[in-house]
C-alpha cells in the first residue's frame, strides 16, 4: 500500500496515482490522469493536470501549473501526454504544457532538469537531462533542447529551433536559428558567439578534446568554400573525435530551420 502525504486542503481526483513518499502540499490540485512517483513533492498552490507523470525526487513550487492545455489553436483536446523526468526541480509560476497532434503527441522533459522562475516549455518540445532555464526563459513548441543547456535569463527559443548539447544561450536573447553542440550564442536574433569553454572546463572536458573542437570550429565557420564541403573536411580531419563529430552530426542532420552562424560571418574561437 502506497505511503504519501496530501494536505487537507489539496484536491486529489479519483484515478491520479501516488507513489510512495510524495507529498502533495497545500491547495495543490492534481488531475485524474496524472502520476506522481516516489518522493515527488508539490510544495503548495501547484496544479498538475493533463495526462502528465512526473519522475521520482522531482520538486514543484508554488503557483507552477503542469500539464494544462496547450497555447496552440490547433489543439482539439487530444490525449497528448507529458512527461518530467527524475529528480528535476520547476520553480514557483513556470508553466510547462503537453504535446499535440501535430507535433507527435508528447512534451518530454529529462533528468535533472531545473527549470526557474516563470519560465515556460511549449507544447511538443524535447528536453534531455540536466537543462537549466534561468528566470523568464522561454522555449516555444516542438524545440529540441539537448543534455546540459543552458538558457539564460530571459532568453526565448522560437518554434523548431534545435539546441545542441552542451551549449549556452545568453542572457535576453531570441533564438530563431539551430546551435551547435557546444555552441555560444548571444542577441536578439542571436549569432554564434563562439564555443561555450567555460561550461566544457567546468563539466572537465579533456583539454586536448577542447583543442581539437576549437580548430574544427574554426574551419566549419571559416568563409572558404560552402558550409557542406567545411563540415565534410572537419568530419574527415577530426574523424576520431567525439565533440567534433557531434557537430558534424547535428548539422548533417539540420531540418527547416536555419543555422545561427557567427556575426559577420566569422568566427569567434
Not at 141 to 154: A, E, R, T
Not at 212 to 233: C, H, N
Amino acid at each position: 500500500m502506497s505511503q504519501f502525504l496530501v494536505h487537507p486542503s489539496a484536491i486529489v481526483a479519483d484515478g491520479a496515482k501516488i507513489g510512495d513518499g510524495a507529498t502533495v502540499g497545500p491547495y495543490c490540485l492534481v488531475g485524474e490522469h496524472v502520476e506522481l512517483a516516489e518522493g515527488v513533492t508539490l510544495i503548495s498552490h501547484v496544479v498538475v493536470e493533463g495526462r502528465t507523470s512526473i519522475g521520482a525526487g522531482t520538486t514543484i513550487y508554488p503557483f507552477a501549473s503542469v500539464g494544462h492545455r496547450p497555447q496552440d489553436l490547433k489543439f482539439a483536446g487530444e490525449p497528448s501526454t507529458l512527461t518530467i523526468g527524475k529528480n528535476c526541480t520547476i520553480r514557483e509560476n513556470a508553466t510547462i504544457n503537453p504535446g499535440t497532434r501535430g507535433g507527435g503527441m508528447k512534451t518530454v522533459i529529462g533528468d535533472n532538469c531545473l527549470l526557474m522562475a516563470s519560465s515556460h516549455v511549449a507544447h511538443d518540445c524535447q528536453l534531455g537531462n540536466n537543462v537549466i532555464i534561468a528566470n523568464y526563459g522561454g522555449v516555444a513548441g516542438h524545440c529540441q533542447v539537448d543534455d546540459f543547456v543552458i538558457l539564460g535569463g530571459s532568453a526565448v527559443l522560437h518554434q523548431f529551433v534545435r539546441i545542441g548539447a552542451h551549449a549556452f544561450i545568453g542572457a535576453q536573447s531570441m533564438v530563431d536559428a539551430d546551435v551547435i553542440p557546444y555552441g555560444m550564442a548571444v542577441g536578439n536574433r542571436a549569432k554564434l558567439a563562439g564555443l561555450n569553454l567555460v561550461g566544457l572546463k567546468r563539466r572537465k572536458f579533456d583539454r586536448e578534446a577542447i583543442h581539437s573542437l576549437r580548430a574544427a570550429y574554426r574551419m566549419i565557420f571559416s568563409s572558404e568554400g560552402t558550409l557542406r564541403e567545411r563540415v565534410e573536411d572537419a568530419s574527415a580531419l577530426f574523424s576520431d573525435d567525439v565533440l567534433v563529430q557531434d557537430v558534424v552530426n547535428f548539422l548533417s542532420n539540420r531540418a527547416d530551420r536555419p543555422l545561427c552562424m557567427p556575426r559577420n560571418g566569422e568566427p569567434s574561437e
